[in-house]
Every structure is written in structure tokens, then in C-alpha cells.
């Protein structure tokens, strides 16, 4: 695997989304972009937790910076505290993508997986927006 | 001095350019330095080769004939790297990542 790559995370309501998003991106981009997800609560119903969103952060961590993807209301609130609540020299290495969850994630990890940096892998991803 | 180079291919995947495709057609053309661009003729209209939303919202049909340009150092071998790609179907034969 490449190290210098931007990681992505995938942050969905529902376990079932995050995970089939997250297979999806392996699937199609490979496994040279770190990649996290999570989703749901711990007793398997909708939501999301800023908790799990730092784990995510953490685990797809890179030093180029970490795009997440997310899907509707509380996964974007939660994870722009997620940000906040970083040190301050990773927070302005995290954005949160303005742009649809699954084809988000596709399109940031092609991005990301040729060296690309954070910048332009969000704005691939949210180019998506004008279509 | 940059140098040019053209191309070809008919696009024989059973579905086209679609997702798939375009992902491995974009970073195949990403680990290139040249300037690439896809078009439905030799005329274009030309989108970025690059660009991964640009590629996949061509949605060429298969049995299309997609045209290359490239400008740079190395544009010869990027064309021929991409042809050579789609005519081996974009090797969507189970790979690496199937092996996580």
C-alpha cells in the first residue's frame, strides 16, 4: 500500500451503507487509499456517533489529510465536531465533502489513489454536484 | 519540446465506460505526466482523461470508438498504455483487490 495517499471516510447513518460504500470503493479504486466507515449505534440502529467518526478518522488517518463522505444531517454535524475536536495540527487536514455518499467516496478515492492532494480530492468529489 | 501522440480503440466492455472502467482508465492516465483527452472522434469533443467525473459522464456505449490525445514527454506510451487497457477488456478479471 501507498502511504502518501489521502484517506478517506465514509460516515452513513446505517451500518449496511457505510460497509456496501466502503466495499464498493475497495472493490473499484483498490487498496492503495487508506479507508475507514462506520455507521449505526452499537445496538444496530440508525445513527451516528462522533465517538466512531475520530475512530474512523484515526484509523484511515494520513499525513496528506482525510476526506469524509457523508449522508444526511447528524453524519455531517457529527462529523464536523469529529474535526473540531482534532488537535490543531490535524484539524485543517480534514474536510467534510459536500457531495453524495457513495458516488462521493468512488470519485474521492480515484482522486486520492493517484497522489492527489486533499484539495483536489474534495473538489473531484463534489464536481460530481454540477453534473 | 512536447511531443503528441493520437489513438484509438473500440470499446468492447459488455457495458461501456461505465463506473468500473473509468476508474481504471483515470488512474492508468493519472500515472502518466502528459496532458490526455478522450473523444467520440478524432475531433472530439475532448474531456480531460483525468478527470474521473469527466470519463464516466461520457457514458460511452460499448462498440464505440473512443479517440486519444496526449501531449508530453510521455504521450506515446500513455496512448498506447490506455488502448492496450481497453483492449485487454480493462482487466476485469478478479484481481488484487479481490484478494483483501
Redesign the interface.
Known amino acids: 500500500m501507498k502511504n502518501g495517499n489521502v484517506g478517506i471516510v465514509i460516515v452513513s447513518h446505517s451500518a449496511d451503507v457505510a460497509r456496501g460504500t466502503a466495499d464498493m470503493v ?6 492503495s487509499v487508506p479507508l475507514a466507515w462506520c455507521g449505526g449505534t452499537k445496538d444496530g440502529r440508525l445513527g451516528t456517533s462522533i465517538e466512531a467518526i475520530s475512530a474512523a478518522i484515526e484509523a484511515a488517518w494520513s499525513d496528506r489529510g482525510v476526506a469524509i463522505l457523508v449522508d444526511l444531517g447528524g453524519a455531517e454535524t457529527n462529523s464536523e465536531m469529529a474535526v473540531e475536536m482534532l488537535s490543531d495540527a490535524r484539524r485543517d487536514r480534514v474536510v467534510v465533502c459536500n457531495a453524495p455518499i457513495v458516488e462521493g467516496a ?2 474521492a478515492a ?2 486520492a ?4 492532494p486533499l484539495d483536489q480530492v474534495r473538489r ?1 468529489a463534489e ?2 454536484r454540477g ?1 | 519540446m512536447s511531443k503528441r501522440a493520437n489513438g484509438s480503440v473500440v470499446v468492447r466492455h459488455e457495458v461501456g465506460m461505465h ?2 472502467p473509468s ?1 481504471k482508465l ?2 492508468l492516465a ?2 502518466f505526466d502528459a496532458r490526455i483527452d478522450l473523444g467520440p472522434s478524432p475531433e472530439g469533443p475532448w474531456v480531460d482523461a ?4 469527466k470519463v464516466m ?1 461520457t457514458k460511452t456505449p460499448r462498440d464505440a470508438v473512443l479517440h486519444f490525445r496526449a501531449e508530453g514527454e510521455d504521450a506515446e506510451s500513455a496512448v498506447r498504455a490506455l488502448i492496450e487497457l481497453i483492449e485487454r477488456d480493462f482487466e476485469m478479471e478478479p484481481s ?3 484478494k ?1
Do not use: H, P
Open positions: 475497495r472493490q473499484m479504486v483498490g487498496n468512488v470519485m480515484t482522486e489513489s493517484a497522489g492527489s473531484t464536481e460530481l453534473a | 463506473a468500473r476508474v483515470t488512474q493519472k500515472s483525468k478527470s474521473i467525473v459522464r488484487q483487490e479481490d483483501q
